[in-house]
Protein backbone atom coordinates (compact mmCIF):
# COMPACT_ATOMS: atom_id res chain seq x y z
CA UNK A 1 0.00 0.00 0.00
CA UNK A 2 3.07 2.41 0.40
CA UNK A 3 4.61 1.88 -3.10
CA UNK A 4 5.30 4.96 -5.01
CA UNK A 5 2.92 5.72 -7.55
CA UNK A 6 4.13 4.83 -10.76
CA UNK A 7 3.18 6.48 -14.06
CA UNK A 8 1.44 3.60 -15.85
CA UNK A 9 -1.12 3.83 -13.00
CA UNK A 10 -4.46 5.28 -13.46
CA UNK A 11 -3.89 8.01 -11.08
CA UNK A 12 -5.71 10.16 -9.27
CA UNK A 13 -8.95 8.52 -8.79
CA UNK A 14 -12.01 9.77 -6.33
CA UNK A 15 -14.02 7.44 -4.70
CA UNK A 16 -17.78 7.72 -5.21
CA UNK A 17 -21.19 6.62 -3.61
CA UNK A 18 -24.19 5.35 -4.67
CA UNK A 19 -27.10 5.15 -2.69
CA UNK A 20 -29.78 2.64 -2.76
CA UNK A 21 -33.46 3.25 -0.97
CA UNK A 22 -35.03 -0.23 -2.45
CA UNK A 23 -34.55 -2.95 0.61
CA UNK A 24 -31.39 -5.32 0.93
CA UNK A 25 -33.01 -8.92 2.28
CA UNK A 26 -30.04 -10.92 3.45
CA UNK A 27 -29.62 -14.68 3.34
CA UNK A 28 -29.60 -14.43 7.39
CA UNK A 29 -33.53 -12.86 7.14
CA UNK A 30 -32.36 -9.16 8.08
CA UNK A 31 -33.17 -6.45 5.77
CA UNK A 32 -31.79 -2.88 6.20
CA UNK A 33 -34.17 -0.24 4.36
CA UNK A 34 -31.45 1.80 2.77
CA UNK A 35 -27.92 1.78 2.36
CA UNK A 36 -25.22 3.00 0.42
CA UNK A 37 -22.14 1.53 -1.93
CA UNK A 38 -18.47 3.41 -2.07
CA UNK A 39 -16.78 2.38 -5.51
CA UNK A 40 -14.72 3.12 -8.34
CA UNK A 41 -14.36 3.34 -11.58
CA UNK A 42 -11.37 3.77 -14.15
CA UNK A 43 -11.45 3.45 -17.73
CA UNK A 44 -14.53 4.91 -20.15
CA UNK A 45 -17.28 2.31 -20.29
CA UNK A 46 -17.70 1.98 -24.26
CA UNK A 47 -21.26 2.64 -26.64
CA UNK A 48 -22.39 -0.29 -26.08
CA UNK A 49 -21.62 -0.73 -22.29
CA UNK A 50 -19.60 -4.19 -22.76
CA UNK A 51 -16.36 -3.61 -21.40
CA UNK A 52 -17.12 -3.31 -17.97
CA UNK A 53 -15.24 -5.49 -15.62
CA UNK A 54 -16.52 -5.63 -11.71
CA UNK A 55 -12.96 -6.27 -9.44
CA UNK A 56 -14.37 -7.82 -6.24
CA UNK A 57 -12.18 -7.72 -2.62
CA UNK A 58 -11.11 -9.84 -0.90
CA UNK A 59 -10.96 -9.58 3.00
CA UNK A 60 -9.55 -6.91 4.16
CA UNK A 61 -9.27 -4.59 0.56
CA UNK A 62 -11.97 -2.05 -0.27
CA UNK A 63 -13.12 -0.08 -3.45
CA UNK A 64 -9.48 1.41 -3.57
CA UNK A 65 -8.42 -0.97 -6.31
CA UNK A 66 -5.91 1.23 -8.61
CA UNK A 67 -4.78 4.49 -8.75
CA UNK A 68 -4.45 7.00 -5.67
CA UNK A 69 -6.30 9.97 -4.14
CA UNK A 70 -4.98 13.14 -4.60
CA UNK A 71 -4.89 14.16 -1.05
CA UNK A 72 -3.11 11.23 0.08
CA UNK A 73 -0.87 10.00 -3.39
CA UNK A 74 0.95 7.55 -0.95
CA UNK A 75 -2.96 5.26 -0.63
CA UNK A 76 -2.24 3.35 -3.77
CA UNK A 77 -5.13 0.76 -4.63
CA UNK A 78 -4.25 -3.10 -4.01
CA UNK A 79 -4.63 -3.83 -7.15
CA UNK A 80 -2.64 -1.40 -8.69
CA UNK A 81 0.10 -3.94 -10.51
CA UNK A 82 -3.19 -5.30 -12.26
CA UNK A 83 -5.12 -3.05 -13.49
CA UNK A 84 -4.18 0.39 -14.99
CA UNK A 85 -3.62 1.59 -18.34
CA UNK A 86 -0.99 -1.15 -20.42
CA UNK A 87 -1.78 -3.17 -17.47
CA UNK A 88 -2.63 -7.08 -17.62
CA UNK A 89 -6.09 -5.21 -17.07
CA UNK A 90 -5.85 -2.22 -19.36
CA UNK A 91 -7.81 0.27 -18.32
CA UNK A 92 -7.32 1.78 -22.04
CA UNK A 93 -10.08 -0.72 -23.10
CA UNK A 94 -12.03 -2.07 -20.51
CA UNK A 95 -14.10 0.15 -17.65
CA UNK A 96 -13.09 -1.71 -14.35
CA UNK A 97 -15.22 -1.07 -11.24
CA UNK A 98 -14.16 -1.56 -7.48
CA UNK A 99 -16.74 -1.77 -4.48
CA UNK A 100 -16.93 -1.73 -0.98
CA UNK A 101 -18.68 -4.56 -0.24
CA UNK A 102 -22.07 -4.11 2.23
CA UNK A 103 -20.89 -4.81 5.41
CA UNK A 104 -17.81 -2.98 5.09
CA UNK A 105 -15.58 -0.13 6.58
CA UNK A 106 -14.31 2.08 3.77
CA UNK A 107 -17.25 3.58 3.35
CA UNK A 108 -20.36 1.20 2.12
CA UNK A 109 -22.75 1.19 5.06
CA UNK A 110 -21.86 -1.39 7.63
CA UNK A 111 -21.44 -1.79 10.98
CA UNK A 112 -20.07 1.54 12.20
CA UNK A 113 -22.44 3.49 9.66
CA UNK A 114 -25.34 4.89 11.68
CA UNK A 115 -28.80 2.88 11.20
CA UNK A 116 -31.15 5.36 10.70
CA UNK A 117 -33.90 4.05 12.51
CA UNK A 118 -32.24 4.56 15.71
CA UNK A 119 -29.39 7.39 14.37
CA UNK A 120 -26.31 5.32 16.49
CA UNK A 121 -24.01 2.76 14.68
CA UNK A 122 -25.25 -0.61 13.78
CA UNK A 123 -22.65 -2.07 15.42
CA UNK A 124 -23.29 -5.77 17.05
CA UNK A 125 -26.84 -5.45 15.39
CA UNK A 126 -25.51 -5.45 11.80
CA UNK A 127 -26.62 -8.40 9.51
CA UNK A 128 -24.01 -10.91 9.50
CA UNK A 129 -23.07 -10.84 5.77
CA UNK A 130 -22.43 -13.93 3.04
CA UNK A 131 -20.93 -13.99 -0.14
CA UNK A 132 -24.62 -14.43 -1.81
CA UNK A 133 -25.37 -11.06 -0.07
CA UNK A 134 -22.41 -9.20 -1.30
CA UNK A 135 -22.94 -10.11 -5.03
CA UNK A 136 -26.80 -8.69 -5.33
CA UNK A 137 -25.99 -5.62 -3.75
CA UNK A 138 -22.77 -5.69 -6.17
CA UNK A 139 -25.79 -6.37 -9.01
CA UNK A 140 -27.27 -3.15 -7.68
CA UNK A 141 -24.63 -0.91 -8.07
CA UNK A 142 -24.25 -2.69 -11.99
CA UNK A 143 -28.01 -1.69 -13.17
CA UNK A 144 -27.47 1.65 -11.38
CA UNK A 145 -24.11 2.20 -13.88
CA UNK A 146 -26.55 0.79 -16.83
CA UNK A 147 -24.31 -2.63 -17.16
CA UNK A 148 -26.63 -5.38 -17.90
CA UNK A 149 -23.85 -8.07 -18.88
CA UNK A 150 -19.97 -7.53 -17.23
CA UNK A 151 -17.21 -8.21 -19.68
CA UNK A 152 -15.77 -9.93 -16.55
CA UNK A 153 -15.84 -9.86 -13.11
CA UNK A 154 -12.89 -11.29 -11.03
CA UNK A 155 -10.93 -11.19 -7.75
CA UNK A 156 -8.64 -13.20 -5.81
CA UNK A 157 -9.41 -15.07 -2.59
CA UNK A 158 -12.25 -14.03 -0.78
CA UNK A 159 -13.02 -11.94 -3.97
CA UNK A 160 -12.60 -15.09 -6.26
CA UNK A 161 -15.30 -16.51 -3.90
CA UNK A 162 -17.71 -13.39 -5.14
CA UNK A 163 -16.76 -14.30 -9.03
CA UNK A 164 -17.58 -17.34 -8.79
CA UNK A 165 -20.95 -16.56 -7.01
CA UNK A 166 -21.95 -14.20 -9.74
CA UNK A 167 -22.06 -16.94 -11.83
CA UNK A 168 -24.40 -19.07 -9.57
CA UNK A 169 -26.16 -15.52 -8.64
CA UNK A 170 -26.23 -14.13 -12.14
CA UNK A 171 -25.19 -16.50 -14.72
CA UNK A 172 -26.69 -14.05 -18.11
CA UNK A 173 -24.57 -10.94 -16.26
CA UNK A 174 -21.21 -11.90 -17.44
CA UNK A 175 -19.19 -13.14 -20.04
CA UNK A 176 -15.83 -14.92 -18.28
CA UNK A 177 -15.15 -15.20 -14.68
CA UNK A 178 -11.83 -14.88 -13.11
CA UNK A 179 -11.39 -17.03 -10.42
CA UNK A 180 -7.79 -16.52 -8.55
CA UNK A 181 -6.02 -18.64 -5.30
CA UNK A 182 -9.71 -19.72 -4.27
CA UNK A 183 -11.61 -22.52 -2.70
CA UNK A 184 -15.09 -24.06 -3.55
CA UNK A 185 -15.67 -23.56 0.53
CA UNK A 186 -13.51 -23.41 4.03
CA UNK A 187 -11.78 -26.61 4.90
CA UNK A 188 -11.87 -27.26 8.70
CA UNK A 189 -8.76 -25.91 9.21
CA UNK A 190 -9.43 -22.43 7.42
CA UNK A 191 -13.06 -22.14 9.67
CA UNK A 192 -10.50 -22.73 12.78
CA UNK A 193 -7.99 -19.65 11.94
CA UNK A 194 -11.24 -17.69 11.32
CA UNK A 195 -12.29 -18.69 14.44
CA UNK A 196 -9.40 -17.53 16.95
CA UNK A 197 -9.17 -14.68 15.07
CA UNK A 198 -13.00 -14.20 15.82
CA UNK A 199 -12.67 -15.23 19.96
CA UNK A 200 -9.58 -12.46 20.13
CA UNK A 201 -12.19 -9.65 19.08
CA UNK A 202 -15.15 -11.10 20.81
CA UNK A 203 -13.23 -11.67 24.11
CA UNK A 204 -11.62 -8.43 24.19
CA UNK A 205 -12.95 -6.21 26.78
CA UNK A 206 -13.45 -3.25 24.78
CA UNK A 207 -15.89 -5.16 22.50
CA UNK A 208 -18.92 -4.00 24.26
CA UNK A 209 -20.79 -6.36 22.22
CA UNK A 210 -20.17 -4.84 18.67
CA UNK A 211 -21.04 -1.69 20.05
CA UNK A 212 -17.87 -0.33 21.43
CA UNK A 213 -18.71 2.77 19.03
CA UNK A 214 -21.08 3.89 21.85
CA UNK A 215 -18.25 3.50 24.63
CA UNK A 216 -15.90 5.52 22.65
CA UNK A 217 -13.17 2.57 22.32
CA UNK A 218 -11.93 -0.39 19.67
CA UNK A 219 -11.07 -3.59 20.56
CA UNK A 220 -7.88 -3.05 18.82
CA UNK A 221 -6.17 -5.95 20.99
CA UNK A 222 -8.49 -8.79 19.28
CA UNK A 223 -8.32 -7.23 16.20
CA UNK A 224 -4.24 -7.14 15.76
CA UNK A 225 -4.45 -10.82 17.22
CA UNK A 226 -6.70 -11.85 14.51
CA UNK A 227 -4.44 -10.08 12.14
CA UNK A 228 -1.49 -11.83 13.12
CA UNK A 229 -3.21 -14.76 12.75
CA UNK A 230 -4.46 -14.23 9.40
CA UNK A 231 -1.47 -12.95 7.80
CA UNK A 232 0.73 -15.80 9.16
CA UNK A 233 -1.96 -17.92 6.69
CA UNK A 234 -1.60 -15.70 3.54
CA UNK A 235 3.07 -16.16 3.60
CA UNK A 236 4.16 -19.90 2.92
CA UNK A 237 6.46 -21.26 5.30
CA UNK A 238 9.38 -20.83 2.81
CA UNK A 239 8.95 -17.60 2.06
CA UNK A 240 8.82 -16.70 5.63
CA UNK A 241 12.21 -18.04 5.81
CA UNK A 242 13.38 -16.45 3.20
CA UNK A 243 12.23 -13.06 4.52
CA UNK A 244 12.90 -13.22 8.33
CA UNK A 245 14.36 -16.83 9.09
CA UNK A 246 15.34 -16.47 12.78
CA UNK A 247 16.78 -13.50 12.83
CA UNK A 248 16.45 -11.04 15.36
CA UNK A 249 15.93 -7.89 15.78
CA UNK A 250 18.59 -5.96 17.90
CA UNK A 251 21.04 -8.65 17.05
CA UNK A 252 20.82 -11.17 21.09
CA UNK A 253 18.70 -12.78 22.82
CA UNK A 254 16.93 -10.89 25.57
CA UNK A 255 15.40 -13.23 27.21
CA UNK A 256 12.05 -11.50 27.68
CA UNK A 257 8.77 -10.73 25.69
CA UNK A 258 9.97 -7.91 24.61
CA UNK A 259 9.61 -8.27 20.33
CA UNK A 260 13.11 -10.15 19.71
CA UNK A 261 12.56 -12.26 16.13
CA UNK A 262 11.61 -10.02 13.28
CA UNK A 263 8.86 -12.48 12.39
CA UNK A 264 7.48 -10.86 15.70
CA UNK A 265 8.19 -7.23 14.97
CA UNK A 266 6.87 -7.53 11.46
CA UNK A 267 3.32 -9.17 12.51
CA UNK A 268 2.92 -6.93 15.35
CA UNK A 269 3.91 -4.12 12.62
CA UNK A 270 0.93 -5.53 10.60
CA UNK A 271 -1.22 -5.52 13.46
CA UNK A 272 -0.62 -2.55 14.44
CA UNK A 273 -1.52 -1.26 10.88
CA UNK A 274 -4.07 -2.72 10.55
CA UNK A 275 -6.23 -2.28 14.05
CA UNK A 276 -5.79 1.37 12.91
CA UNK A 277 -7.94 1.43 9.94
CA UNK A 278 -10.33 -1.79 9.96
CA UNK A 279 -13.32 -2.22 12.04
CA UNK A 280 -13.22 -5.22 14.20
CA UNK A 281 -17.57 -6.19 13.39
CA UNK A 282 -16.62 -5.60 9.60
CA UNK A 283 -13.77 -8.47 10.32
CA UNK A 284 -15.95 -10.48 12.47
CA UNK A 285 -18.50 -10.21 9.47
CA UNK A 286 -16.25 -10.93 6.70
CA UNK A 287 -14.49 -14.08 8.01
CA UNK A 288 -18.08 -15.75 8.52
CA UNK A 289 -18.72 -14.80 5.49
CA UNK A 290 -16.02 -16.62 4.31
CA UNK A 291 -16.78 -19.67 6.44
CA UNK A 292 -20.56 -20.03 5.69
CA UNK A 293 -19.61 -20.10 1.65
CA UNK A 294 -20.07 -23.22 0.46
CA UNK A 295 -22.30 -23.54 -3.53
CA UNK A 296 -22.15 -27.37 -2.91
CA UNK A 297 -24.29 -27.02 0.29
CA UNK A 298 -27.25 -26.64 -1.14
CA UNK A 299 -27.15 -29.19 -3.80
CA UNK A 300 -26.07 -32.25 -1.15
CA UNK A 301 -22.59 -31.05 -1.52
CA UNK A 302 -21.94 -31.98 -5.08
CA UNK A 303 -20.45 -28.34 -6.22
CA UNK A 304 -20.76 -29.95 -10.03
CA UNK A 305 -24.82 -29.58 -9.76
CA UNK A 306 -24.07 -26.40 -7.82
CA UNK A 307 -22.40 -25.25 -10.88
CA UNK A 308 -24.81 -26.44 -13.53
CA UNK A 309 -26.43 -23.18 -14.24
CA UNK A 310 -23.12 -21.22 -15.09
CA UNK A 311 -23.39 -19.56 -18.33
CA UNK A 312 -19.96 -17.80 -18.72
CA UNK A 313 -16.26 -18.70 -19.48
CA UNK A 314 -13.81 -19.42 -16.34
CA UNK A 315 -10.04 -18.30 -15.68
CA UNK A 316 -9.29 -20.14 -12.65
CA UNK A 317 -5.89 -19.66 -11.47
CA UNK A 318 -4.12 -21.57 -8.35
CA UNK A 319 -0.45 -20.92 -6.83
CA UNK A 320 1.56 -23.53 -5.74
CA UNK A 321 2.78 -22.58 -2.46
CA UNK A 322 -0.73 -21.09 -1.25
CA UNK A 323 -1.37 -23.53 1.20
CA UNK A 324 -4.32 -21.63 2.59
CA UNK A 325 -6.36 -22.24 -1.14
CA UNK A 326 -4.01 -24.94 -2.30
CA UNK A 327 -4.13 -25.62 -5.62
CA UNK A 328 -6.18 -28.67 -4.64
CA UNK A 329 -8.78 -26.76 -4.24
CA UNK A 330 -8.97 -24.49 -7.12
CA UNK A 331 -8.72 -27.92 -9.22
CA UNK A 332 -12.54 -29.18 -7.08
CA UNK A 333 -13.61 -26.06 -8.70
CA UNK A 334 -11.99 -26.69 -12.69
CA UNK A 335 -13.03 -30.47 -11.96
CA UNK A 336 -16.90 -29.24 -11.63
CA UNK A 337 -16.92 -26.70 -14.55
CA UNK A 338 -15.47 -29.92 -16.56
CA UNK A 339 -17.99 -31.70 -15.43
CA UNK A 340 -20.38 -29.04 -16.84
CA UNK A 341 -18.65 -28.82 -20.40
CA UNK A 342 -17.93 -25.14 -19.27
CA UNK A 343 -15.57 -23.11 -20.96
CA UNK A 344 -12.64 -23.22 -18.44
CA UNK A 345 -8.81 -22.96 -18.59
CA UNK A 346 -6.60 -23.59 -15.76
CA UNK A 347 -3.18 -22.38 -14.35
CA UNK A 348 -1.27 -23.18 -11.75
CA UNK A 349 1.10 -20.38 -11.49
CA UNK A 350 4.73 -21.82 -9.61
CA UNK A 351 5.12 -18.84 -6.99
CA UNK A 352 6.55 -18.95 -3.76
CA UNK A 353 4.65 -16.40 -2.29
CA UNK A 354 1.51 -18.27 -0.42
CA UNK A 355 -2.06 -16.69 -0.58
CA UNK A 356 -0.54 -13.47 -0.98
CA UNK A 357 0.61 -14.47 -4.55
CA UNK A 358 -2.24 -13.12 -6.43
CA UNK A 359 -1.64 -9.76 -5.33
CA UNK A 360 2.15 -9.43 -6.14
CA UNK A 361 3.84 -9.02 -9.51
CA UNK A 362 4.83 -12.07 -11.33
CA UNK A 363 5.63 -12.28 -14.37
CA UNK A 364 4.19 -15.59 -15.47
CA UNK A 365 0.78 -14.58 -13.52
CA UNK A 366 0.50 -11.43 -15.19
CA UNK A 367 1.22 -12.25 -18.68
CA UNK A 368 -1.82 -15.30 -18.29
CA UNK A 369 -4.51 -12.39 -17.16
CA UNK A 370 -3.28 -10.31 -19.79
CA UNK A 371 -3.75 -12.80 -22.33
CA UNK A 372 -7.04 -13.59 -21.25
CA UNK A 373 -8.36 -10.04 -21.24
CA UNK A 374 -6.96 -9.78 -24.92
CA UNK A 375 -9.39 -12.47 -25.77
CA UNK A 376 -12.11 -11.00 -23.97
CA UNK A 377 -11.32 -7.95 -25.55
CA UNK A 378 -11.06 -9.33 -28.84
CA UNK A 379 -14.62 -11.35 -28.59
CA UNK A 380 -17.54 -10.16 -30.72
CA UNK A 381 -20.11 -8.84 -28.30
CA UNK A 382 -23.48 -9.62 -28.89
CA UNK B 1 5.57 -31.19 -23.26
CA UNK B 2 4.92 -32.31 -26.55
CA UNK B 3 8.01 -32.67 -29.11
CA UNK B 4 9.38 -32.14 -32.28
CA UNK B 5 7.33 -29.33 -34.23
CA UNK B 6 4.04 -29.24 -31.50
CA UNK B 7 4.40 -25.59 -32.34
CA UNK B 8 3.44 -26.02 -36.22
CA UNK B 9 0.02 -25.18 -37.64
CA UNK B 10 -0.25 -28.54 -39.22
CA UNK B 11 1.69 -31.60 -38.68
CA UNK B 12 1.02 -34.50 -40.34
CA UNK B 13 -0.57 -36.58 -37.75
CA UNK B 14 -3.03 -33.76 -37.81
CA UNK B 15 -5.29 -35.07 -40.27
CA UNK B 16 -5.07 -38.19 -39.78
CA UNK B 17 -6.44 -38.00 -36.33
CA UNK B 18 -9.13 -35.64 -37.90
CA UNK B 19 -10.09 -38.02 -40.36
CA UNK B 20 -11.29 -40.30 -37.12
CA UNK B 21 -12.92 -37.45 -35.16
CA UNK B 22 -16.51 -37.71 -35.33
CA UNK B 23 -18.21 -34.29 -36.10
CA UNK B 24 -19.01 -32.27 -32.56
CA UNK B 25 -17.71 -34.95 -30.53
CA UNK B 26 -15.60 -34.09 -27.00
CA UNK B 27 -12.01 -34.18 -27.50
CA UNK B 28 -9.51 -34.37 -24.53
CA UNK B 29 -6.31 -33.57 -26.02
CA UNK B 30 -3.02 -34.67 -23.39
CA UNK B 31 0.02 -32.81 -23.60
CA UNK B 32 -1.70 -30.51 -25.85
CA UNK B 33 1.25 -28.01 -26.87
CA UNK B 34 0.14 -24.75 -27.66
CA UNK B 35 -3.33 -25.99 -27.98
CA UNK B 36 -2.94 -26.40 -32.65
CA UNK B 37 -4.81 -29.80 -32.75
CA UNK B 38 -7.53 -28.26 -30.76
CA UNK B 39 -7.59 -25.43 -32.87
CA UNK B 40 -7.38 -27.76 -36.21
CA UNK B 41 -10.32 -30.09 -34.60
CA UNK B 42 -12.38 -27.60 -33.93
CA UNK B 43 -12.23 -25.99 -36.98
CA UNK B 44 -12.59 -29.15 -39.05
CA UNK B 45 -14.75 -31.28 -36.72
CA UNK B 46 -16.49 -28.43 -34.64
CA UNK B 47 -15.22 -30.25 -31.32
CA UNK B 48 -15.79 -29.29 -27.58
CA UNK B 49 -12.30 -29.58 -26.75
CA UNK B 50 -9.61 -29.01 -23.63
CA UNK B 51 -6.53 -29.16 -23.51
CA UNK B 52 -4.06 -30.85 -20.63
CA UNK B 53 -0.31 -28.98 -20.45
CA UNK B 54 1.82 -29.08 -17.61
CA UNK B 55 4.40 -26.51 -19.32
CA UNK B 56 3.89 -22.80 -18.44
CA UNK B 57 4.90 -21.24 -21.75
CA UNK B 58 2.75 -23.66 -23.64
CA UNK B 59 -0.64 -22.69 -21.37
CA UNK B 60 -0.10 -19.32 -22.09
CA UNK B 61 -0.35 -20.14 -26.06
CA UNK B 62 -3.46 -22.09 -25.44
CA UNK B 63 -5.01 -18.84 -23.76
CA UNK B 64 -3.85 -16.50 -26.70
CA UNK B 65 -5.18 -19.34 -28.52
CA UNK B 66 -8.34 -19.42 -27.17
CA UNK B 67 -7.91 -22.97 -26.94
CA UNK B 68 -9.39 -24.35 -23.01
CA UNK B 69 -6.60 -25.98 -21.05
CA UNK B 70 -5.78 -27.45 -17.47
CA UNK B 71 -2.77 -27.05 -16.26
CA UNK B 72 -1.52 -30.55 -14.79
CA UNK B 73 0.65 -33.05 -15.13
CA UNK B 74 -0.35 -36.06 -16.81
CA UNK B 75 2.60 -37.98 -14.84
CA UNK B 76 0.04 -37.90 -12.11
CA UNK B 77 -2.61 -39.41 -13.88
CA UNK B 78 -6.59 -37.67 -14.69
CA UNK B 79 -7.96 -37.50 -11.61
CA UNK B 80 -9.62 -34.43 -12.60
CA UNK B 81 -11.65 -35.87 -15.38
CA UNK B 82 -14.61 -37.87 -14.71
CA UNK B 83 -15.13 -41.60 -15.88
CA UNK B 84 -16.08 -41.57 -19.48
CA UNK B 85 -16.36 -37.99 -19.93
CA UNK B 86 -14.91 -37.42 -23.45
CA UNK B 87 -15.53 -39.48 -26.92
CA UNK B 88 -11.94 -39.18 -27.52
CA UNK B 89 -8.93 -38.94 -25.29
CA UNK B 90 -5.89 -37.82 -27.60
CA UNK B 91 -1.98 -38.09 -26.80
CA UNK B 92 -0.25 -37.11 -29.69
CA UNK B 93 3.33 -37.27 -29.78
CA UNK B 94 3.76 -37.19 -25.93
CA UNK B 95 3.60 -41.13 -25.08
CA UNK B 96 7.57 -41.55 -25.62
CA UNK B 97 7.84 -38.33 -23.18
CA UNK B 98 6.28 -40.27 -20.49
CA UNK B 99 7.39 -42.07 -17.65
CA UNK B 100 3.97 -43.79 -16.73
CA UNK B 101 2.75 -44.77 -20.45
CA UNK B 102 0.93 -47.67 -19.01
CA UNK B 103 -1.14 -45.70 -16.53
CA UNK B 104 -1.77 -43.08 -19.23
CA UNK B 105 -2.88 -45.74 -21.52
CA UNK B 106 -5.50 -46.88 -18.49
CA UNK B 107 -6.31 -43.52 -18.08
CA UNK B 108 -7.36 -42.46 -21.47
CA UNK B 109 -9.62 -45.37 -21.83
CA UNK B 110 -11.18 -44.62 -17.80
CA UNK B 111 -11.85 -40.76 -19.22
CA UNK B 112 -12.11 -41.24 -22.88
CA UNK B 113 -14.54 -43.91 -24.82
CA UNK B 114 -11.92 -44.27 -27.05
CA UNK B 115 -8.34 -43.04 -27.76
CA UNK B 116 -6.12 -41.65 -30.27
CA UNK B 117 -2.27 -41.90 -29.64
CA UNK B 118 0.12 -40.99 -32.21
CA UNK B 119 4.42 -41.34 -31.90
CA UNK B 120 7.59 -41.57 -33.29
CA UNK B 121 8.11 -45.23 -34.71
CA UNK B 122 11.58 -46.33 -33.13
CA UNK B 123 11.32 -48.98 -35.86
CA UNK B 124 11.84 -46.97 -38.88
CA UNK B 125 14.50 -47.92 -41.25
CA UNK B 126 15.97 -44.63 -40.57
CA UNK B 127 16.49 -45.44 -36.68
CA UNK B 128 17.50 -48.73 -36.97
CA UNK B 129 20.24 -47.70 -39.44
CA UNK B 130 21.61 -44.82 -37.03
CA UNK B 131 21.31 -47.37 -34.33
CA UNK B 132 23.60 -50.11 -36.64
CA UNK B 133 25.89 -47.28 -36.73
CA UNK B 134 26.03 -47.10 -33.45
CA UNK B 135 24.70 -43.75 -32.59
CA UNK B 136 21.42 -42.83 -31.34
CA UNK B 137 19.31 -41.72 -33.93
CA UNK B 138 18.18 -37.94 -34.34
CA UNK B 139 15.50 -37.18 -37.05
CA UNK B 140 12.55 -35.35 -38.10
CA UNK B 141 10.68 -37.33 -35.85
CA UNK B 142 13.18 -37.74 -32.77
CA UNK B 143 14.79 -33.90 -33.19
CA UNK B 144 16.56 -34.53 -29.89
CA UNK B 145 20.49 -35.75 -29.29
CA UNK B 146 20.32 -38.42 -26.57
CA UNK B 147 21.63 -35.94 -23.91
CA UNK B 148 18.59 -33.59 -24.15
CA UNK B 149 15.92 -35.60 -25.21
CA UNK B 150 12.77 -35.69 -23.42
CA UNK B 151 12.02 -39.14 -24.86
CA UNK B 152 12.60 -41.96 -22.23
CA UNK B 153 10.06 -44.17 -23.53
CA UNK B 154 10.38 -44.89 -27.22
CA UNK B 155 8.59 -48.35 -28.33
CA UNK B 156 7.64 -49.20 -32.55
CA UNK B 157 5.03 -50.11 -34.51
CA UNK B 158 5.25 -54.06 -33.42
CA UNK B 159 5.92 -53.14 -29.59
CA UNK B 160 3.18 -50.74 -29.26
CA UNK B 161 0.62 -53.46 -30.79
CA UNK B 162 1.65 -56.37 -28.66
CA UNK B 163 1.08 -53.95 -25.62
CA UNK B 164 -2.02 -53.66 -26.30
CA UNK B 165 -2.88 -57.04 -27.30
CA UNK B 166 -1.21 -58.36 -23.87
CA UNK B 167 -4.22 -56.16 -21.95
CA UNK B 168 -7.08 -56.60 -24.11
CA UNK B 169 -6.57 -52.74 -25.63
CA UNK B 170 -8.74 -53.14 -28.81
CA UNK B 171 -7.31 -51.02 -31.78
CA UNK B 172 -10.17 -49.82 -34.13
CA UNK B 173 -7.44 -47.86 -36.80
CA UNK B 174 -4.08 -47.16 -37.21
CA UNK B 175 -2.10 -45.17 -39.73
CA UNK B 176 1.31 -45.08 -40.62
CA UNK B 177 3.15 -41.99 -41.86
CA UNK B 178 6.40 -41.44 -42.92
CA UNK B 179 6.52 -37.35 -44.72
CA UNK B 180 2.95 -37.37 -43.72
CA UNK B 181 2.53 -40.16 -46.24
CA UNK B 182 0.51 -43.15 -45.61
CA UNK B 183 2.57 -46.54 -45.12
CA UNK B 184 0.97 -49.65 -45.96
CA UNK B 185 3.95 -52.27 -46.40
CA UNK B 186 6.18 -53.14 -43.51
CA UNK B 187 5.00 -50.65 -41.87
CA UNK B 188 7.34 -51.22 -38.86
CA UNK B 189 10.37 -50.83 -41.25
CA UNK B 190 9.18 -48.11 -43.29
CA UNK B 191 6.98 -45.65 -41.10
CA UNK B 192 8.55 -42.69 -39.27
CA UNK B 193 4.83 -41.64 -37.16
CA UNK B 194 2.39 -44.30 -35.92
CA UNK B 195 -0.99 -43.09 -34.99
CA UNK B 196 -3.34 -45.59 -33.51
CA UNK B 197 -7.31 -45.26 -32.65
CA UNK B 198 -8.04 -47.87 -30.11
CA UNK B 199 -11.03 -48.50 -27.33
CA UNK B 200 -11.78 -50.92 -24.52
CA UNK B 201 -11.89 -54.34 -25.52
CA UNK B 202 -14.82 -56.62 -26.42
CA UNK B 203 -17.23 -54.36 -27.96
CA UNK B 204 -17.30 -52.40 -30.79
CA UNK B 205 -18.09 -49.06 -30.59
Known amino acids: MNKAPANDSVGIVTPQRARFTEPLGFKCGAVIDEYELAYETYGTLNADRSNAVLVCHALNASHHVAGWYAEDPRNVGWWDNMIGPGKPVDTNRFYVIGVNNIGGCHGSTG????????GKPWGGSFPVVTVEDW??????????????????????SLGAMQAL?????????????????????LSAQNIAFNEVARQAILTDPDFHGGDYYDHGVKPHRGLR?????????????????VKFGRQLKNGKLSYSFETEFQIESYLRYQADKFAEY????????????????????????????????????????????????????????????LDNRARV????????????????????YHRLIAAYFDRIAAEAVR | MRNGNGTAAHRPDFAAIAGWIR????????????????????????????????????????????????????????????????????????????????????EMLRVGREGIVTFPNFGYWKNRLEVLR?????????????????NVRLCTVADFERFCAERGIRIVERKVLTRGQPVTVMPNLLGALAVYHFGNGVKRS
Open chain 2, 23 to 106: LQSSVLDLGCGDGSLLKYLTETRRITGYGVEIDDASVLACVKNGVRVVQSDLERGLSGFEDGSFDYVVLSQTLQAMKNSEIIIR
Open chain 1, 278 to 337: FDANTYLRITKALDYFDPAFEHGGSLTRALAGVRSAFLVVSFTTDWRFSPERSREIVKAL
Open chain 1, 165 to 185: QWTISYPEKLRHSIVIACAPN
Open chain 1, 135 to 156: VAAQARLAERLGIERFAAVMGG
Open chain 1, 345 to 364: SYAEIDAPHGHDAFLLDDER
Open chain 1, 111 to 118: PCSVNPKT
Open chain 2, 134 to 150: GRMPVSENLPFEWFNTP
Open chain 1, 225 to 241: VARMVGHITYLSDDEMA
